[in-house]
């Protein structure tokens, strides 16, 4: 079965700090992993996705994520947050050969300006 | 295109009514998900199809839930009776068949039970 871990609940930074939030997952097999945001009152958007080939990846706003298989993790990172990026930002998994991706439970992030 | 398109956004309905919720996957993706987002629970998976067929219902909460696809452009979720616990925000979401994965979501519809 797959499973997904968020480390943290709610992050809360000073505009212009770095982020980086953590993932980690368990499946037996290969792996498609996202992240996808939530703006207040918004729906789920991708952020970026991780497939195949190099394991550091570059999505949308300057955000970026490093699959690192022997970790079975895939955080996201940015190195200057904004005010705009407060929303909430969930990492999925699926396997390759499966139907649906498996959600974490979410951080939500607060940046104050 | 249009995105997924849901409907109603938002719902406000009195315990024991009976809600119905739409959604129109984007055109050509094989599979539709219907998730539910609560304060409590985050973002549960409550059933999806392939080709319009049901494959996992698990999330289903109980038997007061129903959803159905007649065809590739059409779906719904039907609570019958409902309780103020199905408060929350209904999210469908489709995504072709390919090796990505990627969920295309759209913008939820938000049930109030009283």
């Known amino acids: 079965a797959q499973s997904v871990s968020q480390h943290n609940h709610h992050v809360i930074l000073s505009e212009a700090a770095s982020l980086e939030l953590g993932c980690n997952y368990s499946?037996?097999?290969?792996?498609?992993l996202f992240w996808y945001v939530q703006y207040p009152g918004q729906h789920l958007q991708l952020l970026l996705k991780?497939?195949?080939?190099?394991?550091l990846v570059k999505g949308i706003k300057g955000f970026e994520a490093e699959f690192i298989k022997s970790k079975f993790s895939f955080n996201l990172r940015k190195p200057s947050v904004q005010w705009s990026d407060t929303a909430e930002y969930f990492c999925?998994?699926?396997?390759?050969?499966?139907?649906?991706?498996?959600f974490g439970d979410g951080t939500t992030l607060t940046v104050k300006p | 295109d249009a995105g997924v398109i849901q409907s109603p956004r938002h719902e406000v309905t009195e315990m024991g009514q009976e809600v119905t919720l739409r959604c129109k996957p984007i055109?050509?993706?094989?599979?539709l998900f219907w998730y539910r987002q609560t304060m409590m629970r985050g973002l549960e998976l409550l059933i999806y199809?392939?080709?319009?067929?049901?494959?996992?219902d698990s999330g289903m909460p109980e038997d007061r839930f129903s959803a159905k696809m007649p065809n590739a452009s059409f779906s719904t979720l039907k609570i019958q009776p409902s309780e103020p616990r199905d408060s929350a925000v209904y999210f469908c979401?489709?995504?072709?068949?390919?090796?990505?994965?990627?969920?295309?979501f759209g913008e939820g519809s938000r049930l109030t039970v009283l």
């Open positions: 499946y037996g097999g290969t792996v498609n």
């Open positions: 199809f392939n080709n319009n067929v049901p494959i996992d």
């Open positions: 991780y497939f195949s080939g190099d394991p």
């Open positions: 055109s050509g993706h094989d599979y």
């Open positions: 979401a489709s995504r072709p068949y390919n090796e990505y994965g990627e969920l295309f």
């Open positions: 999925a998994v699926r396997g390759t050969n499966a139907g649906k991706s498996t």
